[in-house]
Structure formats: C-alpha cells, structure tokens
C-alpha cells in the first residue's frame, strides 16, 4: 500500500486516522476532525507533509473525492496548503484571540504560547493636536510614544503602536518586553473600565513586510482602540496591525431585541 510521504516521527494517516462508515458523520468530515485534532495538538507540526490525495486517499482506503473534500475543509480554515510539487502540507495554526479587554502578550501567555517583544520606541514626545485630539485631552502638551514588535514562539506577529498621556506610565524597556501593556498599567494603579475597538484590514508596506516577514501587499488585520480607565480618562490610544495568515480575533454575538 503506498503511504504519504511525511518528514516527521510517530504519524501515520493509515494507523493514526479511525473511521466508522456506520457513523452518521460523514468520512470526509471524520478524517477533516481527526486532521485538525492533530495539528492542533501538534502530532501534525507546522511543514509536515501529508503527500498527495492519491498517496493519502489509498492509506485511509478512501475515495479520492472524499480525501479531496476533507483536505479542503482544512485549506479553507487556513491549516493546510497545497503547494506544487510538494503535495499538502501543515501551515501554522493561526493565534485566535478573544475580543476583550487585555493585551495580546497576557493573551498569547494564557493561551500557552511564548510572546516575545522587540522594543523600537519608548520615548515622550511633544503632542501635537491630532494626538491631543485621539487621546481626548485637548491641553496635553507631550505623550509617551511606543512602538514594539510582537512575536509568538520566536515568529512575528503584530505590531503595536501606542501613545499614553505623558505621566500615565514610565516604563523601561525591559517591563515592556516582560509584561504586557495593560498588566503595566494596571501594575501603576490605572484601574482600566473600558475600551472603544475598531477592527479593520489594509495591504503590508515594504516597512511591515520586513518587520513580520510577510510579502509587500500582503493582507494584514488592523485594529484601533481606545482605552478608558474607570473615571472615563482616556489612557491609551492604540493602532496595531497582524499577520492575517497567523492572527483571527473571535467574537460572540447574542440576539438582541427584536
């Protein structure tokens, strides 16, 4: 029988995927579930390759279509790819966060993940009226500028620009690559109540490229936020762009009143 050709230890399709033809699920749907279990827990890692349908389809003694149809359900969730030459092969599980108020590094910690930050400015600046203007202070005269570069497990991810009235926080660098944002401000006795979010997209510069190791043009996540703290003072005012082929945000919707 021929097996897919895999570059890592201790997975085998034909051994490691079960199926139940008697099952109401369908078979498609069952080898799509037990895929997805095993990139999400990493027996699948992000490169290892799963061959082509024809390999993988007569390991799981399946019809080509149903293998095609499961591999899609997967490629149209943004875990597997299929590349030319190479067959279909694990991309990295993208970083799913939940819209709250916290900051991605607390996020990526209390999701398991290794966040790391890049400092490239921690300064205070003048204010001019525009930024007087987002921070709703019209009389501010000077601000603190930051700008990091955020990473999950040693990659690139986001990149976060903020500005705080001058006198809110003076942090080091080094607190800004160990802690998040909001565990500093609150760490300085900034009781935090709430915050205003707008999530957008736009197309990566030559700048942004380099920065997150993506293609000039490719599609990147935005979001600008506002933050509150509990006396209504706004505390920081933020605008961060994200890797769209590693970053989702998720919401929860309810019904309203009708």
Known sequence: MSKPDVTFAGWDPGRDIVLDPGSPEPL???????????IEDGRLPAGARLGNEVDLAASLRLSRPTVRQAIQTLVNQGLLVRRRGVGTQVVRTKVARPLRLSSLFDDLAGLGGK??????????????AEVAELLEAPGLTHVRRLKRLRS??????????NYLPDGVLDPADDELR?????????????????????????????EDAELLHEE????????????????????????????????????SLTNGPQ
């Open 28 to 38: 498609y749907f069952q080898v799509s579930r037990q895929l997805h279990a095993a």
């Open 115 to 128: 966040p790391g930050s890049a400092v490239l400015v921690n300064r205070v600046e003048e204010a001019c």
């Open 152 to 161: 999950a497990d040693g990659e690139p991810l986001a990149l976060m620009n």
């Open 178 to 206: 160990e802690r998040g944002l909001y565990q500093l401000l609150r760490s300085a006795g900034v009781r935090l109540h709430a915050a205003e979010q707008q999530i957008g997209a736009r197309l990566a510069t030559e």
């Open 216 to 251: 000039p043009g490719a599609a990147l996540l935005t979001t600008q936020r506002t933050t509150y703290d509990d006396t209504g003072r706004v505390v920081e005012y933020g605008w961060h762009v994200y890797r769209a082929s590693r970053y989702t945000f998720n919401l």
